[in-house]
């Protein structure tokens, strides 16, 4: 299956301070790619949709100022966040659909994850 | 608002036993639906997906959708010990898109 590397695999930053993670997917282009959070015992929850060389789209209640993402290239997206507070630990997990697959069904493929932890 | 729902759980199976996970959705244009295996601390894999109704089997899994009554489900066969974890299931439109995941069901395997 389609490889998605994220880094990096975990961040502790104090409150206040900007954490950017990285998400690339490494054997195929990802016109689109997806940004989750999931906070513990509980499931994803889709934050935006990332599309290279557009802006992204966000699910209602997250806010863009705050969580800024670019996917300036077809391997590669970010998302900052921003002044970052202790309720912003969680753990962020991108995904990308790869257009190779077949048919009209294009599941998507995880990356590791980054645990970020605001003190 | 779309929804996934899932028993929670945990789900308890004897170790050779076969583990019934089930899931339910709202959206009757739904089109697509996966399955996805999370372990603790890790990003979700992908088991499988469906979206003609009926059976898929694929190794010791097999999944079953049903539209009409908006129902999916994922049997695991011969479980394992290493088969415990979060079993979530996602809901898409036809082109995989609009993800809705839902809570997952944590499995215990005992052996």
């Known amino acids: 299956g389609a490889v998605v590397s994220q880094h990096p695999s975990w961040v502790i930053c104090k409150s206040g301070t900007s954490v950017k993670i990285e998400c690339r997917s490494l054997d195929f282009q990802a016109t689109t790619m997806f940004w989750y959070r999931q906070f513990p015992k509980q499931s994803l929850m889709l934050m935006a949709t990332s599309n290279e060389g557009s802006k992204a789209t966000y699910e209602q209640g997250v806010e863009k100022d705050k969580f800024l993402i670019n996917h300036a290239s077809l391997t590669l997206s970010t998302l900052t966040v921003t002044s970052a507070h202790p309720e912003d630990s969680s753990f962020y997990i991108c995904?990308?659909?790869?257009?190779?697959?077949?048919?009209?069904?294009?599941?998507?493929?995880f990356g590791p994850g980054t645990r970020l932890t605001v003190l | 608002q779309k929804e996934v729902e899932q028993n929670s759980g945990p789900l308890s199976v004897p170790e050779g036993a076969i583990a019934s996970l089930n899931c339910t959705y709202s959206d009757r244009g739904s089109q697509s639906f996966f399955w996805y295996r999370q372990y603790s601390g890790k990003s979700p894999e992908l088991i499988m997906f469906i979206y003609s109704n009926g059976d898929k089997e694929d190794g010791r899994f097999t999944a079953q959708l049903n539209k009409a009554s908006q129902y999916v489900s994922l049997l695991i066969r011969d479980s394992q010990p290493s088969d415990s974890a979060t079993y979530l299931c996602a809901v898409g439109n036809n082109y995989g898109q609009n993800f809705v995941f839902g809570p997952g069901t944590r499995l215990s395997v005992l052996p």
């Open positions: 995904s990308a659909r790869d257009p190779r697959t077949s048919g009209t069904v294009n599941e998507q493929f």
